[in-house]
């Protein structure tokens, strides 16, 4: 039988990962990139001798994206060196205190009890059960939605009482937390999605589990660095990459795609994978008379996660006192939530996140520099925001508000400045509304609410990334490339036992 051909529109990390499976199972794969490097969220900004992560800069749950690599040939720890950072991020509160926040619970539990006396014991309670929880649940995430019916599958109603779907993330961490900083302590880990922990489900407290049970890692020249590494497998294992080579138009059969056409060539397929922004490009490139479920209209009444205002400084010396990675909480977070996703304000108190990854990596920098990655949670592109005029002044102000964590004298040092801003997002990087964390993950949206991983309103056509199931951050991204990919595989009646996913359920 000749070699299956498969097409994967962008080079993104679900791409890569679903790109080396396949070609590891026989198929002829092709991945188109419409930018000059692989990567998409997780490629990097290099200027000046300063290298920066684009977009996410936490590895975390390293289990998944190991799997993958050993399915197909590789051992990830090799092909990428990392570290386990010993303080996984220092936690300041606008309201007073800090964490520096680790796996060692007795360290933890010092800290704790200055915080609040009676909450100490908690944190170890919180970890025991979310093990349990997350053994319930992997099934769920390792495996694909198509309907309702899928919600009667055993794995599913054995994770039932774990579920608690009255409860958002923030009234299910009030069971074990008295303390509201420390609610946010282990919820603000919803923003990896772009929630709030008052909105996010209460499954979801398993991400901050995983930070302590696993670690929080960071793999050498930054988490681009992986991007890279996949790229280079995936062309080991006989994919090809072309890169700047955006998809313009494609070729319909009905509801079949046969081919995607750039400017330079015309590709045809057996299945296509699709590994850009969901919305963008549904919109984009599928007419929405041929998209049941999924026309304009619908997603335009679905709801988007916030999005991130950036900063990428290049700054003389390096604050050596700084973790690797820093999170400070606004005096009052529950209305810097509500200004992100209710009023759709730009905060004069933000929370914000700053990366001093040249602490653990000093090859990020020129000698004597380092670098300074600033993320500030914002509303996604809305009519209450003009960032053309109001750009300015937020720079300005995420600036001043970086001397709460030490970093007052921040402006003198600054060598290099790079900015991006939700309309970045969407006009440089085509994500849907500048929403960098796809759709919200509400229980509306999640399972076979979410677009399916075999893609129902196309034939032919497949999911890959944030935009599918089972949702946003890197570990879950991977994960989706293992169910599609095994979707894929069975579609064309190829083998897929390689793909490492035991926990998985065979229904597809």
């Not at 930054?222 to 497998?233: E, K």
């Not at 090809?240 to 397929?269: C, M, W």
């Not at 293992?482 to 998985?504: C, E, M, Q």
């Amino acid at each position: 039988m000749s070699s299956r051909k498969v097409v994967v529109v962008g080079a993104g990390p679900g791409g890569l990962a679903a790109a080396m499976q396949l070609a590891y199972a026989g198929c002829d794969v092709t991945v188109l990139e419409r930018r000059g490097a692989v990567g998409g969220r997780t490629s990097s900004i290099e200027a000046d001798g300063f290298r920066f992560d684009c977009g996410p800069t936490f590895f975390l749950y390293p289990r998944v994206l190991s799997e993958i690599f050993r399915s197909v040939g590789y051992d990830l720890m090799e092909e990428v060196p990392m570290t386990r950072l010993q303080t996984q991020y220092r936690l300041t509160f606008g309201k007073g205190g800090q964490l520096d926040c680790s796996s060692d619970i007795d360290a933890m539990d010092r800290q704790i009890a200055e915080l609040s006396p009676v909450d100490v014991g908690s944190f170890r309670r919180f970890l025991d059960d979310n093990r349990v929880k997350l053994e319930k649940f992997r099934p769920i995430l390792e495996s694909p939605f198509r309907s309702p019916l899928d919600l009667f599958r055993p794995s599913v109603l054995s994770a039932v009482p774990y579920l608690n779907p009255q409860r958002s993330l923030a009234s299910e961490l009030q069971r074990y937390f008295v303390d509201p900083r420390l609610v946010i302590a282990f919820g603000f880990q919803a923003k990896y999605l772009g929630m709030s922990p008052f909105q996010c489900p209460s499954l979801f407290s398993i991400l901050s589990f995983l930070e302590y049970e696993y670690g929080v890692w960071h793999p050498t020249g930054g988490c681009n660095q992986v991007s890279q590494r996949m790229a280079d497998v995936a062309r080991s294992l006989g994919v090809k990459i072309q890169l700047d080579e955006p998809v313009e138009s494609i070729e319909l059969e009905g509801r079949r795609l046969r081919a995607v056409h750039t400017s330079r060539d015309r590709y045809d397929a057996d299945s296509f994978v699709i590994n850009a922004d969901f919305a963008d490009w549904m919109t984009r490139h599928v007419p929405t008379e041929l998209r049941r479920r999924w026309n304009d209209k619908a997603i335009e009444k679905k709801k988007f996660s916030c999005s991130t205002f950036m900063l990428y400084l290049g700054i003389e010396g390096c604050y050596e006192n700084l973790p690797h990675h820093n999170i400070h909480i606004s005096h009052d977070y529950e209305q810097n939530l509500k200004e992100i996703e209710t009023t759709h304000l730009l905060s004069n108190d933000p929370s914000f996140y700053v990366q001093n990854a040249s602490v653990t990596d000093p090859s990020l920098a020129p000698p004597g520099c380092s670098t300074l990655y600033v993320l500030v949670p914002v509303t996604h592109q809305h009519e209450n925001v003009d960032w053309a005029t109001q750009g300015d002044a937020f720079r300005d102000r995420t600036l001043d508000r970086m001397a709460q964590i030490g970093c007052g004298d921040v402006r003198e040092r600054i060598r290099f400045e790079h900015r991006i801003t939700p309309d970045d997002w969407q006009n440089d990087y085509n994500v849907y509304r500048g929403a960098t964390f796809n759709l919200a993950h509400n229980l509306g949206q999640m399972l076979h609410r979410r677009p399916g991983n075999r893609f129902e309103d196309l034939e032919g056509v497949y999911l890959v990334g944030g935009g599918t199931h089972p949702g946003s951050g890197l570990p879950v991204i991977y994960e989706s490339s293992r169910i599609t990919s095994r979707l894929l595989l069975k579609d064309l009646g190829v083998d897929a036992g390689f793909i490492d996913n035991h926990a998985a359920e065979t229904i597809v």
